[in-house]
């Protein structure tokens, strides 16, 4: 058997030696077993880690490998796939760098997959005598239990047998997993994983370490990227546009409301409020719902003049039917604007996913007719339980 131990790492430099050290130490155990081991590194850094990784494999004893990626497309998630893809192994290791994911659980990963009937083997901090004592402090462990609870009642059906859907430590049969439709976005490659395709899983316990060196990348940001992840996967793009577009017209809701009561006309009130959502949105939808389409369409400053464009001539339209339902139908001024906005939302959402953020030419495109049933399509399937 050939395993791939696909390590992803950033600014890890004080941790590979040791990593090394443990992992190829591991490997000469398995090797009694019939197990060949390579590591592959997929590096983000800034600092000397891939310097170090290639002085350390020059004596390793076994193959290792360093991808150091200049673009850091889909974050520690892509960095995970990019592995995956260039492993030599269809069974795969995944683990981080800073041995918080101890080397010496590996076997047990290995040996519950070779027992057979998984495709996927995952080191729980929650089953058995498994622990999370790495967590920095209570707060931690408070935000890494929330969100492992979060996680599972969203997608209790593929989340039911797994206690750590959080973790980064596990084993995967890259044959069972459709590598082209994941869409990393952060750092939880393995919801990702679970969340797009039903597969046989199994748990190990594993003890969450503490860092053997260096600060720990969690922050506010990363709690960000997770949620818009959780987000996307359970509900898809569409969902995501129709919670931006919530907000959105909550906060146009809200200018009409204060405007207007602070005496300004309500035609005045609505234009403002729309022209400031309207960029407001524009910079939303850009950074968490068509992220994954933008490098293959036109350029920034024409996507904004598309959706600007199209915005304004929809507001055109839609300010009149406000006056229209104001004067004749007996109904306020925020009611209307809310009608409206929600009535406007699919509209808009086809117009970006098939305007805005269409790909470039590149040679003869299919019918608009079918590329809106695609879209359409495609929407309805995204990943979640529906």
Known sequence: MLLSIVVPTFNEAPNIMELVRRVTDVAGRMARDGVETEIIFVDDSRDATPDVIRGVAVNAPIPITLIHRDVHTGGLGGAVVEGIRAAASDVCVVMDGDLQHPPETIPDLVDRYRRGGVD?????????????????DRSRVLVSKSSTALTKSMFPIRLRDVSDPMTGFFLVDRRAIDIDTLAPRGFKILLEMLARKSMRVAEVPFDFADRHAGASKASMRQGLHF??????LRFGKMSLFAVIGGLGAIANVLIVWALTHLGMDYIAAAI??????????????????????????????SRFAKSFTFNNAELLIRIPIVAL???SGHITAVVATAITLAIAFFVRF??????????????ARPSRVRELVEELDSQSMSPGEL
């Open 120 to 136: 996927l083997v995952v080191a729980s901090r929650y089953v058995d005598n498994g622990s999370a004592t790495g967590l920095a």
């Open 227 to 232: 949620l818009v992840q959780l987000a996307a």
């Open 272 to 301: 403002i409020a729309a022209e400031l959502t309207i960029v407001a949105n524009f910079l939303l939808i850009e950074r968490f719902v068509f992220q994954d389409m933008k490098n293959d369409a036109s350029n920034v400053w």
């Open 325 to 327: 339902m104001v004067g």
């Open 350 to 363: 086809l117009f970006h996913s098939l305007v805005v953020y269409a790909p470039r030419k590149t040679g």
